[in-house]
């Protein structure tokens, strides 16, 4: 026999209990901290699915040489919202990350320019302000069980294009020490990336050789891996992405291009973006050529780094090809072209596609940031198709 006060006490641990499945919709929030024993890079590829980039929002910025200060213009009142949404971003929003989620998305790329909000470039401090905003986003993302991939996305720009390679260098050891102690705590879906695709270039007005910008390159990749690994905690033994020579896979599949030592033990891949990127400038989506030149692309990182069992992430893929179509299209519509590359990169060659997306106030855009959903209904259902 249950006794009155024990009943009592059984009702309101239910409630409880239910009340926190209901704060959360359907499910319980994630476990946000907790890291896994001997997890290495290779285990999580499949988790990561298919990705979305928040784009033109965290890493938007306005550039004016005549008002600088961390290498940008101070925006309005130098909020962080002010810098979310100057280059046409709607706030983001809790229900935006939700949706990502309920798309069939597992991962979400969040580029951020840490020089917004910098009160002196000098000392490369990063605003509380605006790392507090992006690990509000991070935080959602992460409790909706989604992996997470922040990186220093234009502001490696600004830094290679101003410093010396010395003081650039160390710059981005500076970033990457506070970005590294700020998430420390956070569990192994968290990820840093480390750069964005001006690494492999140089100060403006330099002349450097083949040899020394690859040099350049590899170094810049040395001090994130080094910068993370020194902050200890979960980060000693944090999944990290090194970034590929301006991200193009010619570039990054050279010999010269060399992966970072790392204390870790198999936490490393490598990012290179858009594997047909040729044949989109160049009109030719959907031939054959296109086609051919996508799977020769693949072959290069497949053999470069997947046989060596570095996993490789494509953190930016085309979300759209109209207006880039070729005259002798054999694959169909933007919508045709896109499920084949997808195929393609997740199930023939085992990468990670991101999509690269941005606001569109027209809602044209590949993800909807404000019904919070897939736009075609295509689209959606490739993600739900690759994304598992």
């Not at 001997?38 to 928040?54: C, F, P, Q, S």
């Not at 069939?104 to 580029?111: E, L, S, Y």
């Not at 996305?153 to 990457?176: N, P, Q, S, T």
């Not at 296109?290 to 780094?305: I, P, T």
Request: with cysteine; proline share 1%; aromatic share 12%.
């Amino acid at each position: 026999m249950i006794r009155k006060g024990s009943l009592t006490a059984l009702v309101l641990v239910l409630s409880l209990i239910l009340a926190m499945f209901s704060a959360c919709g359907s499910e319980p929030a994630a476990d946000i901290y907790s890291m896994r024993d001997g997890l290495t890079a290779k285990d999580i590829v499949a988790e990561m699915g298919i990705g979305i980039n928040l784009g033109n929002t965290f890493e938007a910025y306005y550039n004016d040489d005549s008002n600088m200060c961390g290498f940008s213009q101070v925006v309005g009142d130098g909020d962080s919202i002010d810098y979310e949404t100057c280059w046409g971003a709607i706030e983001t929003t809790r229900e935006m990350i939700d949706g990502m989620k309920e798309s069939g998305f597992k991962t979400v790329r969040i580029p951020v320019f840490w020089g917004n909000g910098m009160a002196d470039g000098s000392d490369f401090k990063i605003s509380e302000s605006v790392i507090g905003r992006v690990e509000q986003v991070v935080k959602w993302a992460l409790e909706d069980g989604l992996y997470v991939v922040i990186n220093m996305h234009h502001y490696d720009e600004r830094l290679i294009m101003f410093l010396d390679r010395e003081e650039a260098v160390a710059a981005a050891g500076k970033v990457w020490s506070q970005v590294a102690e700020h998430f420390k705590d956070y569990g192994d879906h968290l990820i840093f990336e480390g750069y964005n695709e001006y690494l492999g270039g140089v100060k403006e007005g330099t002349n450097a050789s083949d040899a020394e910008k690859f040099d350049y390159c590899n170094e810049m990749n040395q001090i994130f891996v080094d910068s993370v690994r020194a902050t200890g905690g979960n980060n000693a033994e944090r999944i990290l992405i090194a970034s590929g020579f301006n991200t193009n896979i010619d570039r990054t599949t050279d010999l010269r291009f060399k992966m970072p030592e790392d204390t870790a033990e198999n936490k490393l891949m490598v990012s290179v973006h858009y594997i047909d990127n040729n044949m989109y400038w160049s009109n030719q989506i959907g031939s054959e050529t296109w086609h051919d030149y996508a799977e020769s692309q693949c072959k290069l990182l497949r053999d470069r780094f997947s046989l060596a069992g570095i996993p490789v992430f494509v953190g930016e893929t085309t979300a759209g090809y109209d207006g880039r179509m070729s005259s002798d299209n054999s694959y169909g519509s933007s919508q045709d072209c896109i499920r084949e590359l997808i195929r393609m990169a997740k199930e023939e060659y085992g990468f990670i596609p991101v999509f690269w997306d941005t606001h569109h106030s027209d809602g044209t855009a590949f993800y909807d940031r404000v019904n919070c959903k897939i736009t075609d209904s295509e689209n959606a259902a490739t993600v739900k198709k690759y994304g598992k």
